[in-house]
């Protein structure tokens, strides 16, 4: 709903149908009805009837149109799905005012497992016309069977393009149905106008006050999504001034969501295309408050294409800001995913976890290229699961998978992430079980089951290992340090090495049927003899399908439990589960637990430097303890002379690679 939701209700429609709102007073926004629109999409709808808009190009009435984004001067498409291949030999366009003076109409024959708009080539020209003159414009060739029909424009005799119907045919045989209802032949759009409706002043429940006020009571830190769709530039900063007047201080501004996917209204839009728009937005939202964050492109993959050449979105994005001498206009990379559609196959599902390893590379590169290496803008993941919110959404292997992905992702470069969503409704996925992405169930469950109202689900139980288990609860730092288990094992591991004298491991046993007992080693950290295991499995949650009534029994956080522990020992992770093994670094406090050997420093006590002699090796791996065990510093270098400045007065543990000295700092 970002993209045709108006944020604030106070305002005007101004004489192209652009709302106007206010910068200083507010009322509750409204869902609006985007009036160009030329997207099939049953998902954008009527806030109050709940019916959907549909495509004006196919909706049988010329009286409605399709238009274009003026502002671009760019190539802009519309294609129509005849549902199965017809022969065709014949198409009419109904144009409105400003018509396509040069236009090639064509026929897909690529195979793109997802829509063609993803496809930059795979089209085919059948015909291509110059000096068009608009109206109604009936067009005829050599009989020709496809399924996708494309008319691809170039040239306008006015601003941008726009259709007021479209007619596919077989001679007098009209082969699409144009109708303003369901069964319309659906139509895609390469852009859209952004003008509106308010038909019904729907504002639904939730306002941008109402939500700034809950956001500082629970003091979280917001980003705000600002409207491409059926927004301008203009309506952008009037809300970053508003915010800024209302002392919110918000930081994270995002523009547009899933721009590049025809589920949007506006979309499919091309990274090309995105990012022109975007830096119209970005530069009147910093007029307006130069201190904000702006990020994008807010796209729905994170390896998806670009629909313009062989890059990712986000690269091709970077790349046009830096041609435009615009990379400050973006302060932060942003996208979504879910990688795994279909999410009907557990093996394929963990399969992308590991994808991370190349996916941020890719991003860091494209980021280093434009922004250069001493100038890194931070990755953020604001919205992930799995796949569409099917049964599989809801049992025990999403709660593995959900924290696998978001640690290798942070492992991977990532910044920040947001999982979607945090309540949510149970319904029929297009496989026909039932599912949602919630982390707890929104409340709707009744009857003999209302017990189960609000249950946390398995995404929920594994964000909870990794906020109060894996890292330090609070404040802290976290610092993920290098983790190398067998390929031999299904399991994936992360470590933490944490400021409070801890390392925490995090062990996903991704095998169903099997326990794994592994052997740990563990390399520049000695641990007391005992660790704290938090494990969540399916003695802790079970998912019993049933429908719209399905809930989860068991539904228990993870169990406590203590294993004895040392730089080497043994662990049995039991299958599916989720494992936090917290090991307590071991104090040295004492004399007695010091052994002296081989070399010698000076001076000591000492100021400001400390000289290693014979210290046994020509690489030096050096840490300094404190008397109660933390690491105070933690180095490998081949300079035997080592800074102590940073030190309070006191006296300290040197460790050099496996030898023990006691010295004062003065």
Known sequence: ???????????????????????????????????????????????????????????????????????????????????????????????????ATNYLIQYYTGTITWDPYEDSGGWSTISIVTNG????????????????????????????????????????????????????????ASSMDPASLNPSG???????????????????????????????????????????????????????????????VGGPVNANDYTTRYIQFADSMKAADNSISIGGPVSGAVDGSSYVDANYYEVTFLNQLKAAGKTTDCNFLVMHSYPFWNNNNDSILFSYVSKWNSWGTTLRNAINTNYGTSTSIPIFLDEYNSGMENVTSCKLVNGLWITDYLMSYAKNTGNAACIWDIYDQLSRASDNTWGD???????????????????????????????NYFSIPGSGNNNLVSAVVSSALKLDVYANKRSDNRTSLLVINRDSLHPVIATVNLSGFVPISNADVYTFSSANYVWHANEANSYAHPDTMPTHSTISAGTTFTASFPPYSINVVVLSQKAINSIEEISENGFSIYPNPANEYITLTNPGSDILKIQVFDLSGMILIDIITSNPVLNVQCLPTGMYILKVNNQFIKFIKL
Not at 147 to 158: A, D, K, N, P
Request: aromatic share 18%.
């Open 1 to 99: 709903m970002s993209d045709y939701y108006h944020w604030n209700g106070t305002g005007n429609y101004d004489s192209q149908n652009y709302w106007v709102p206010s910068a200083t007073s507010f009322t509750p926004g409204f869902v609006c009805r985007p009036l160009y629109k030329g997207t099939t999409n049953s998902s954008v709808w009527d806030g109050t009837s709940g019916q959907p808009y549909y495509s004006n190009i196919t909706d049988g009435n010329t009286a409605t149109k399709w238009r274009s984004l003026s502002t671009l001067t760019t190539a802009q498409w519309v294609y129509v799905d005849l549902g199965t291949s017809e022969s065709v030999t014949n198409i009419q366009i109904v144009w409105d005012t400003s018509y």
């Open 202 to 264: 729907y504002s639904g429940d939730f306002d941008f006050d109402s939500f700034m006020t809950w956001c500082n009571t629970v003091q979280a830190e917001p980003i705000l999504t600002v409207n491409f769709g059926t927004g301008t530039p203009h309506e952008a900063a009037n809300w970053v001034r508003y915010a800024r007047n209302k002392g919110y201080n918000i930081k994270y501004w995002e523009i547009g969501n899933e721009q590049d996917g025809d589920w949007e």
């Open 437 to 467: 992405y919630g982390c707890y169930e929104g409340g709707n469950i009744a009857g003999g089951l209302a017990s189960y109202k609000f249950q946390p689900r398995s995404s929920y139980w594994g964000l909870y290992e990794l906020s």
């Open 133 to 188: 003159t608009g109206g109604t414009d009936n067009r005829s060739f050599t009989a020709h069977s496809a399924e996708f029909w494309r008319i691809y424009m170039t040239s306008s005799s006015g601003q941008g393009f726009a259709i007021s119907e479209l007619y596919v045919k077989n001679g007098t045989t009209n082969l699409t149905n144009n109708t303003n209802s369901s069964s319309q032949t659906h139509a895609w």
